[in-house]
Every structure is written in structure tokens, then in C-alpha cells.
């Protein structure tokens, strides 16, 4: 068993298809129209075969509730792996990406949290060797 696909809820499918791709770096991988809205997905370009990332509609209440009680309390709703935190901190905030953590050691790891604009909080993740 191996995870194919998961999903963020966003309040624009446009909107986080641009914040994805052309802030963060993925690439687009499906979209299918299906009425209002898309069966839309973005891949890592280091693994364009790997996980996908469905940006899902937050249409149903129970994910906008979910979604804005996540982002309250300052919980991110998924963490990306990165070579290094501070350079992808750098690079995101030299785009206009407002930070909620700045990059922080934790040890074997480094981690800081970025808004998606999307209503999510992401995190982003450095881990040692």
C-alpha cells in the first residue's frame, strides 16, 4: 500500500493552482472539468510519478470549518519536504509569501510555516541526516 493521492482544500482552484505552481514550484498533472469546478492535481517536479496534491474545492461547510479551525490555531494542513528551510524561506518571502513561523530548529529537523492565500497554513520541512 503507498499514498497516491491527498488533498488540500482551497477557496479558489485558480487562485491555488497559481500559488502552487508558480510560488511553490509544483507542476500541474490532471485537470478535469467537472462542472464548477476541476478534478485538479499538482506533482513535485523531483517526482512528477509520485504523490499528488488535489487542490480540492472547500465548498462543503465541514471543510471550510475544518480548513478555518486548522488555520486558527496556527496548524498547518500539510508539510513539504525541502533540501533547505532557510533558502526556500528566503526565496518564498522574496515572492511576497507571508510566513507565520520562520524557519525553526527542532533538531532533526527544521521547519517553517507559510500561508497558501488559499485559507491553509503549509509547512515546510528540513530534515538532517
Not at 111 to 126: F, K, P, S, W, Y
Request: aromatic letters at 8%.
Amino acid at each position: 500500500m503507498r499514498i497516491n493521492l491527498t488533498s488540500v482544500f482551497v477557496d479558489e482552484q485558480d487562485k491555488a493552482l497559481r500559488f502552487y505552481t508558480e510560488v511553490l514550484g509544483f507542476v500541474k498533472k490532471t485537470e478535469v472539468p467537472l462542472g464548477e469546478h476541476s478534478w485538479l492535481t499538482v506533482v513535485s517536479p523531483e517526482d512528477p510519478d509520485g504523490v499528488e496534491l488535489v487542490l480540492e474545492p472547500n465548498q462543503h461547510p465541514a471543510a471550510k470549518a475544518y480548513q478555518d479551525a486548522l488555520a486558527a490555531d496556527g496548524i498547518p494542513v500539510n508539510s513539504f519536504a525541502v533540501d533547505d528551510v532557510h533558502a526556500e524561506f528566503a526565496r518564498l518571502s522574496a515572492l511576497g509569501v507571508r510566513f507565520t513561523q520562520e524557519p525553526v530548529d527542532m533538531g532533526p529537523v527544521t521547519t517553517a510555516i507559510l500561508d497558501d492565500t488559499c485559507g491553509n497554513l503549509l509547512q515546510i520541512a528540513e530534515y538532517k541526516d
